[in-house]
């Protein structure tokens, strides 16, 4: 059995289910993925990807921002004045 398609300007039977999770859970954010539901509080990151590549670039990103205030544009953090006279690495083969 399949569920008949929605009417036009209605709903469907999907998004109707999830805008009352999200009224009764209104302390959670319900994001789909690929047709998985995740829910995470509100207020709590959420990184998603393919790749943990990515997820580790968004975490850092992310604590990065929270460690800067905006206004900075820099990824980076400076060097600090001591760290300046430290040999360099450049060149060197890992």
Do not use: K
Not at 30 to 44: D, E, F
């Amino acid at each position: 059995m399949t569920a008949a398609p929605a009417a036009a300007g209605q709903p469907g039977r999907d998004d109707l289910t999830s805008r009352i999770f999200q009224a009764l859970y209104q302390d959670f954010n319900l994001r789909t993925i690929h047709g998985i539901y995740v829910v995470v509080p509100t207020g709590v990151p959420c990184f998603a990807s393919s790749s943990l590549g990515e997820i580790a670039r968004q975490i850092s990103e992310y604590e990065y921002s929270r460690e800067n205030p905006a206004g900075r544009h820099s990824r980076r953090p400076r060097v600090a004045a001591a760290d300046q006279n430290a040999p360099s690495l450049q060149g060197h083969r890992y």
